[in-house]
T-cell receptor, first 111, second 114 residues
Framework: NAGVTQTPKFQVLKTGQSMTLQCAQD?????MSWYRQDPGMGLRLIHY???????DQGEVPNGYNVSRSTTEDFPLRLLSAAPSQTSVYFC??????????FGEGSRLTVL | SQELEQSPQSLIVQEGKNLTINCTSS?????LYWYKQKYGEGLIFLMM???GGEEKSHEKITAKLDEKKQQSSLHITASQPSHAGIYLC??????????????WGAGTKLIIKP
């Protein structure tokens, strides 16, 4: 029973590098989302998707791209990493926007 | 800006004692969701409240939503070490640009002293 799987769990990047955080779910959820969690700031929505081929911006989309070619996968791309993108990233999916299943998180450090 | 205010920010409670965490919004909410996060892990869904005055319980955790649907409380009875973690509230306000975006509180860190 995999649920929501995020990879990698840890990543260190240099400023300007690009990378992709992978997210996959096996629950056939239409709704998927990416959040970043920073100390004292709670969760902030980066991008979300309500189904394959449909994505939209959240609260803090700048510097990130997403795509949703299948129901299962929702990768998050960092185009040119900046130190301000040092954070813990969570992928979440659900049948509705409020009852979400979260991945275990990806800790990203940008030097 | 934090549209959902959680209080307290942190809480240290003796094992066996009761505690309450609050989540307050300046806007009327369509739905209010409570999650728990263990240190270094993802969030786990606890409860959803949608109706004014609604109250739900799961094991020793009870959550309530006030009649105006702007404030919720999470009450833990006879706390145990397994209750330790960070509790977050999330919500979707009735007046919102998108029905698909939740707003979140900053979280309440709960420590249980044995």
């Amino acid at each position: 029973n995999a649920g929501v799987t995020q990879t990698p769990k840890f990543q260190v990047l240099k400023t300007g590098q690009s990378m992709t955080l992978q997210c996959a779910q096996d629950m056939n959820h239409e709704y998927m989302s990416w959040y970043r969690q920073d100390p004292g700031m709670g969760l902030r929505l980066i991008h979300y998707s309500v189904g394959a081929g449909i994505t939209d911006q959240g609260e803090v989309p700048n510097g990130y791209n997403v795509s949703r070619s299948t129901t299962e996968d929702f990768p998050l791309r960092l185009l040119s990493a900046a130190p301000s993108q040092t954070s813990v990233y969570f992928c979440a999916s659900g049948y509705s926007v409020g009852e979400l299943f979260f991945g275990e998180g990806s800790r990203l450090t940008v030097l | 800006s934090q549209e959902l205010e959680q209080s307290p920010q942190s809480l240290i409670v003796q094992e066996g004692k009761n505690l309450t965490i609050n989540c307050t919004s300046s806007k009327t909410l369509y739905g209010l969701y409570w999650y728990k996060q263990k240190y270094g892990e993802g969030l786990i869904f606890l409860m959803m409240l949608q109706k004014g005055g609604e109250e739900k319980s799961h094991e020793k955790i009870t959550a309530k939503l006030d009649e105006k649907k702007q404030q919720s409380s999470l009450h833990i009875t006879a706390s145990q070490p397994s209750h330790a973690g960070i509790y977050l509230c999330g919500a979707n306000p009735i007046e919102t640009d998108s029905n698909y975006q939740l707003i979140w509180g900053a979280g309440t860190k709960l420590i249980i002293k044995p």
